[in-house]
């Protein structure tokens, strides 16, 4: 996940967090707020009748007429029961229905003098009062209909506005980061198109005060000083490599006319044929080294060609034959390929011949019969190309490191080689997109597998 969305994600859900919290306190607060009021309100009816029956010469007879007149202060599904000092009642503003209460709430009463009974459909607000030197005990029973509808109407449109709300904060979240993080977008596509030939290119720097412009300013020296080292590195490789070139020609020169004009001992002669294949070992390094300074994995790229492998293999095969003219090549396509197979892939001829003549010379030099078995196939997304050869295997544990620089197996003692070839190999193979492994199919059977991708 992008840090845009993680940042978006995170602020929307902090800010929908304290908005719920926030609404759950208004709602709260808002049913306590009309407990309170009803509860007041139950309050003040059972003040308004005790006063009545204060002033009331016959309660009896008057309360009838005096609850009808103040019929509209009455309160919601209002019920009145007044019982007398020996709890039987006296007056109820229910008519027509059969009259029951709870004998042991007029009990309680005897002790606690008022009792609130909220949580109860209805709700009944109970009083114990001496009036007139005489206990009344006094009941009322209503339902606040109104405070209850309106928490009601309160929880959905807090249940409406959150949702409209939350939908508001993830767009809003999401445009703000995205717009505040719009110049991080800006670097980051600008250092997606460097490459190592756009080191020196830099990054554009809106507002240099701000985090964002710091880093692209970071990154801006840091690649100067990277193409300074990269340069550096490449010119000495480049220079080197061309220096090295002519004087190992002449010394190559000099060795053959010294071998082919003198007449020299046997061991003499083997002496100066050695330092020749020495000679010769050095000017192909060399050589890759120059091919290899000149390209990279983007820059290559624009030099390809379409390549056929079953003539990079040949001409491999001829330029070894000459320093091994005892090496010999059986050569096959797999039966298996597909039927209008042209083994061509895209590539540098020069890059790829270096490939198969690093792999030839080992297996010229480590083959118990100096000879290679090649064996290509062609698929509808692949060519396998596979180098067989008999001789001293590398040990298992040796294998993780095969493809490194001036990696050695024990099977190379007293072999002439720098440890390079390999190295070469597959990072010749790596700019073309392809693969190389190696197995051993017995204790004397060296297998090269080098796949290419259409």
Do not use: C
């Not at 016959?58 to 202060?73: H, R, V, Y």
């Not at 002669?269 to 060399?286: E, I």
């Not at 440890?419 to 597959?426: D, F, H, M, N």
């Amino acid at each position: 996940m992008s840090l845009k969305r993680r940042i978006a994600i995170s602020l929307s859900i902090a800010f929908s967090l304290i908005f719920g919290i926030m609404m759950f306190i208004v709602y709260v607060s808002f049913n306590d707020f009309r407990k309170d009021e009803f509860r007041e309100r139950f309050q003040k009816r059972l003040v308004f009748t005790v006063n009545f029956i204060e002033k009331s010469g016959d309660f009896e007879k008057e309360a009838p007429i005096f609850f009808d007149e103040n019929s509209d202060n009455v309160l919601l599904n209002e019920n009145i029961m007044i019982f007398g000092k020996d709890k039987s009642l006296v007056y109820s503003t229910l008519k027509d229905k059969k009259i029951t209460w709870d004998q042991k709430l007029l009990d309680r009463l005897d002790k606690e003098k008022t009792i609130y009974q909220e949580n109860s459909v209805p709700e009944i607000f109970a009083a114990l009062r001496t009036i007139k030197g005489e206990n009344y005990y006094i009941l009322t029973s209503a339902q606040d209909v109104t405070g209850q509808s309106k928490l009601d109407f309160l929880k959905y449109m807090l249940i409406f506005s959150y949702v409209v709300s939350i939908l508001l904060i993830w767009f809003f979240s999401y445009y703000l980061v995205s717009k505040f993080l719009e110049p991080l977008e800006i670097l980051k596509s600008d250092i997606s198109d460097i490459s190592v030939h756009k080191l020196t290119t830099p990054v554009v720097v809106k507002n240099s005060q701000d985090e964002i412009g710091v880093l692209a300013k970071s990154f801006n020296l840091m690649t100067s000083r990277l193409n300074d080292v990269f340069q550096s590195q490449k010119d000495f490789n480049s220079s080197a490599a061309h220096e090295m070139r002519t004087p190992l020609t002449r010394m190559a020169f000099q060795l053959e006319n010294l071998i082919q004009l003198e007449n020299h001992s046997d061991k003499t002669k083997t002496t100066l044929q050695q330092m020749l294949q020495d000679v010769y070992q050095l000017s192909d390094l060399t050589k890759s080294l120059l091919l290899l300074s000149k390209f990279d994995k983007e820059g290559i790229a624009s030099v390809y060609e379409e390549v056929r492998i079953d003539e990079v293999v040949f001409d491999a095969f001829e330029t070894v034959l000459r320093n091994f003219p005892d090496f010999k090549m059986d050569f096959q396509i797999d039966e298996e390929s597909i039927e209008d197979s042209i083994l061509t892939v895209k590539g540098v001829k020069s890059l790829l011949e270096i490939t198969f003549i690093n792999l030839f010379k080992n297996a010229a030099l480590y083959s118990d019969n100096q000879e290679v078995d090649i064996s290509i196939k062609e698929t509808d997304f692949r060519i396998i190309v596979n180098v067989f050869s008999i001789g001293s295997t590398i040990p298992i544990e040796e294998r993780d490191k095969l493809f490194e620089a001036f990696m050695r197996g024990s099977n190379s003692q007293n072999k002439a080689g720098s440890g390079l070839g390999l190295r070469i190999v597959k990072r010749i193979l790596e700019y073309h997109k392809a693969d190389i492994t190696y197995s051993s199919l017995s204790d004397s059977e060296n297998l090269f597998t080098v796949v290419f991708n259409k």
